[in-house]
T-cell receptor
Framework: SQTIHQWPATLVQPVGSPLSLECTVE??????LYWYRQAAGRGLQLLFY??????ISSEVPQNLSASRPQDRQFILSSKKLLLSDSGFYLC????????????FGNGTRLTVT | GIQVEQSPPDLILQEGANSTLRCNFS?????LQWFHQNPWGQLINLFY???GTKQNGRLSATTVATERYSLLYISSSQTTDSGVYFC???????????FGAGTRLFVKA
């Protein structure tokens, strides 16, 4: 069966520090991968999605970037964190078959101080 | 882009009560999912239901794609049903799943 791993679960970082969040998927090949962010008490905002290695689509211009160095690995990064980057970050995958459902990891709660 | 609206935004129920949550979407969709976000933040897949009706225990969902809405029914609610319920849609020809703002449910013992 397929599983998605996301770490760390919680993270506290000072303003101006770098960020790297990692997500990996097991049990499937060529998944579509996604990063979402959820601000406190709000809905989910799509940040990036990828349909293949090295292919990244950005939905919201911001202080973050994403990379997909391997088929089942998706990384969210920042060179310098802002206070507004605080939130709950969720990685998700869907099968390459069109219209496949989304499956989420457990998320990373990031607090920028 | 496609708009997803959920109602009501907040709902308080007494344990044992039934409820209906609604999701309206503004354009044709190929995929609709209902999720439950528990108090720890985990998003749990409830239903993948682009059309028709499905049931899973005390929960059921119906999507009428031609009229652009979906309903989630919760019967005999329990305190563990508390959390936020999200509707999410994948628009025709797209790769992006768009979420509604959610319905926050609190079930009182």
């Amino acid at each position: 069966s397929q599983t998605i791993h996301q770490w760390p679960a919680t993270l506290v970082q000072p303003v101006g520090s770098p960020l790297s969040l990692e997500c990996t998927v097991e049990g499937t090949s060529n998944p579509n991968l996604y990063w979402y962010r959820q601000a406190a008490g709000r809905g989910l905002q799509l940040l990036f999605y990828s349909v293949g290695i090295g292919q990244i689509s950005s939905e919201v211009p911001q202080n973050l970037s994403a990379s997909r160095p391997q088929d089942r690995q998706f990384i969210l990064s920042s060179k310098k964190l802002l206070l507004s980057d605080s939130g709950f970050y969720l990685c998700a995958w869907s099968a390459i078959v069109y219209n496949s459902p989304l499956h989420f990891g457990n998320g990373t709660r990031l607090t920028v101080t | 882009g496609i708009q997803v609206e959920q109602s009501p935004p907040d709902l308080i129920l007494q344990e044992g009560a039934n409820s209906t949550l609604r999701c309206n979407f503004s354009d044709s969709v190929n995929n609709l999912q209902w999720f439950h976000q528990n108090p720890w933040g985990q998003l749990i897949n409830l239903f993948y239901i682009p059309s028709g009706t499905k049931q899973n225990g005390r929960l059921s969902a119906t999507t009428v794609a031609t009229e652009r809405y979906s309903l989630l029914y919760i019967s005999s609610s329990q305190t563990t049903d508390s959390g936020v319920y999200f509707c999410a849609v994948l628009n025709t020809g797209g790769f992006k799943t768009i979420f509604g703002a959610g319905t926050r449910l609190f079930v009182k013992a």
